[in-house]
């Protein structure tokens, strides 16, 4: 009887919230903030932002609110709030990376704003993940997944291809991932049942696939702008040089003149694009033995991981069909393609690939957004690919992008003004998921326990 009555008495604890959370269900207020709605450029001065059950519910003048029982005031004084950012191309670690590597991957995304990932490669555990993140036992970004890779090695028919989609659709995933080595049978089979079923297929363009195919199948987005730069050149090129890693070895024989033709056809097509700059910047052109100096955030990463880029760089750059002239005549050639897809009206969305060859997930957006603003988007254009260009992408508009009564409190606020200048963004003073507050104290606490976890000797 008495079990019987301690049990009663902590399920009614735990229904009003137990002792001490009451906090957590207090609404919260940044007030004397500035903010930057994204519904176009402009910035609202000094205003109050209430979130209610990681809602935002309403947008007031500044000091509208009290702090009492009810809300907790957090002090946005001389900060502007704007939505978390979107990293359209990452990669969180699967079942068999340890837990703690999984849980410290999340929270380098969150610690520098990156509220929403799309995760590139995804396995069955990555659902149940989606689902812990949502309801708050991870402390992360809320994650878009593709289902695992379909490539030259998991279809061998075009039969095996539409099963495949079946199952993920079926499994709850959210897009299929194409990576390269699909034959074109296969690849027109999935495409198939894919439109058919209503499922999105993004990532890699197969050679035997091509951008022009690509375009007219209806690719969700094309990732790492993969197989542009063969629309540059002229056959004749593509018969006597060895493409390379993403065609790099074209670059040198593009035709300038073609860009905004395939441009054109991009937008015409609908189809999106992740740009991925900096993962081909960091590969083909950055000195492997300078890269842990010149990315001081690697040390929140294992050694292993961080030696095991520099192993492929090393390999990448001293081998001897290696061209260095051809990776910057890329690389600029890239920035042109990113100029013109915008100047036509091709979309774009923010995504730089992490972790991956020197990509530390979230302090990697920064150098993506730097290379968007190099090609030529103003720093409002960029922050817009991360942010409103991703809400459309995903249809979701109503829900995320902006700060706007409404919208999820996906949040994060700055010590000045990232529509000034984007390395703004860096070191923010807190950010926001689902309406959990995290301050720069808990960031900066969390990050110096990862650093230590994997501190060299
Ligand atoms: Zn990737």
Not at 245 to 260: G, M, Q, S, T, V
Not at 334 to 344: E, G
């Amino acid at each position: 009887m008495r079990t019987f009555f301690l049990a009663i008495i902590a399920l009614i604890l735990m229904a009003l919230g137990g002792p001490g959370s009451a906090a957590e269900h207090r609404d919260i207020v940044i007030d004397q903030v500035h903010i930057i709605p994204m519904d176009e450029e402009r910035v609202l001065r000094d205003r109050a932002v209430r979130i209610s059950d990681g809602q935002i519910i309403e947008i007031r003048s500044a000091g509208h609110w009290q702090a009492d029982d009810g809300i907790q005031l957090i002090d946005g004084r001389n900060g502007y709030l704007m939505p978390g950012l979107a990293e359209m191309h990452a990669h969180v670690p699967g079942e068999q990376a340890p837990m703690q590597l999984r849980e410290d991957i999340l929270f380098l995304y969150l610690s520098n704003g990156v509220t929403l990932a799309r995760g590139m490669l995804g396995e069955p555990w990555h659902l149940e993940l989606r689902e812990g993140l949502e309801e708050g036992q991870f402390l992360g970004p809320r994650l878009i997944t593709s289902g695992p890779s379909l490539n030259g090695n998991s279809v061998d028919s075009p039969e095996a291809g539409r099963e495949m989609v079946r199952d993920q659709v079926e499994a709850g995933y959210d897009f299929l991932k194409i990576h390269p080595g699909l034959g074109r049978a296969e690849f027109d089979a999935i495409a198939e049942e894919a439109n058919e079923l209503g499922m999105a297929f993004a990532g890699h363009v197969p050679e035997d696939v091509g951008i022009y195919r690509a375009l007219e199948a209806g690719y969700a987005s094309i990732d790492h702008l993969d197989r542009y730069p063969r629309a540059l050149v002229d056959d004749e090129v593509l018969e006597r040089i060895d493409p390379g890693f993403f065609d790099y070895r074209l670059a040198p024989h593009a035709k300038a003149e073609r860009l905004a033709e395939i441009a054109e056809q991009t937008r015409d097509a609908g189809v999106w694009n992740v740009p991925t700059e900096t993962l081909m910047h960091n590969l083909l052109l950055m000195d492997p033995e300078e890269a842990p100096r010149q990315r001081p955030e690697m040390r929140y990463l294992p050694a292993e991981m961080v030696e095991s880029w520099q192993d492929w760089a090393r390999r990448t750059q001293s081998d001897e069909d290696y061209d260095r002239d051809a990776a910057e005549a890329f690389v600029a050639l890239r920035k042109d393609l990113i100029k013109a897809l915008h100047a036509t009206g091709a979309e774009l969305l923010l995504g730089s690939d992490a972790p991956q060859v020197f990509n530390v997930p979230g302090f990697s957006i920064h150098h993506e957004m730097a290379i968007m603003e190099a090609a030529g988007l103003s720093p409002f254009e960029v922050l817009q690919t991360g942010t409103v260009n991703p809400a459309r992408y995903f249809d979701m508009g109503d829900h995320f992008g902006q700060v706007a009564e409404g919208m999820n409190a996906d949040l994060v606020l700055l010590r000045a003004n990232p529509l000034k200048d984007l390395s703004n963004l860096r070191d923010p003073r807190g950010v926001m998921i689902r309406g959990q507050w995290i301050d720069a104290e808990q960031i900066g606490a969390t990050l110096r326990e990862i650093e230590d976890r994997y501190a060299r000797d």
